[in-house]
């Protein structure tokens, strides 16, 4: 008994070791989180005390992820034409491993949204991290604001594949989506088609070969 107890405090320390993300500034002025100590040049180090738990309630994220979320929350504003550029604003996304909620711009309610954050609801793609909007998509522009709310570089949280939602049902794209294919007209007969035509059967003639019929 005495053994399994020291087996479980082992287990609960190293728990609460693995839930000790840390918090600190690196050489260019970003705010960053990180499960592991911070590199030696990191200026204004904190260590938190955070149940993992808190990483979030529908799937396990980095805490560094987690914590700018929970902050800065990204949405992306596209619409069901926009293929492209939101397609390179997805990419982006999943590359540096953030999630985002996106909303698609085609009717009177989606476009109220749009323009309640952004001021109108005449151009997508549209970006918001937190309060900070930007309209339409530079890639600079877009690092920038996930840098300052401290969201990880690429390749320090596990890249994603979210993608594209189908479009919104009643949206013109969905109802051409579920629209069967017309089917195709048969061809006309040409003026030289002979399968309408009737007659008595070919008689054999006389070069016909061995076994054919008489």
């Given amino acids: 008994m005495i053994r399994q107890g020291i087996l479980i405090a082992l287990c609960c320390f190293a728990g609460l070791a693995q839930a000790q993300p840390y918090r600190w500034v690196d050489d260019k002025g970003r ?3 990180t499960d592991t100590p911070p590199p030696a040049g990191a200026k204004d180090v904190r260590k938190e005390n955070i149940p993992a738990s808190s990483a979030g309630p529908a799937e396990a994220l980095p805490y560094s992820v987690a914590r700018a979320r929970k902050d800065f929350p990204v949405t992306f504003y596209s619409s069901p034409t926009c293929k492209e550029t939101c397609d390179q604003a997805r990419a982006l996304f999943n590359k540096r491993g953030i999630p ?3 909303v698609q711009v085609w009717d009177e309610a989606s476009q109220a949204k749009l323009k309640a954050v952004a001021g109108s609801a005449e151009e997508v793609p549209v970006l918001t991290v937190g309060r900070s909007v930007q309209k339409g998509f530079e890639p600079g ?4 604001l996930l840098d300052s709310a401290g969201y990880p570089q690429a390749g320090f949280a596990p890249a994603r594949s979210q ?4 479009p919104p049902e009643g949206s013109p794209e969905a109802k051409a989506a579920a629209k069967p294919a017309a089917a195709e007209p048969a061809p006309k007969a040409g003026p030289y088609d002979t399968s309408g035509l009737k007659g008595t059967p070919q008689k054999p003639g006389q070069y016909s070969l061995p076994g054919d019929a008489k």
């Avoid at 522009?141 to 920038?144: I, L, Q, T, V, W």
């Avoid at 993608?163 to 189908?166: E, G, L, R």
């Fill in 31 to 33: 705010v960053q989180f």
């Fill in 100 to 102: 985002f909620t996106e």
């Fill in 141 to 144: 522009a877009y690092n920038s």
């Fill in 163 to 166: 993608s594209a939602p189908p």
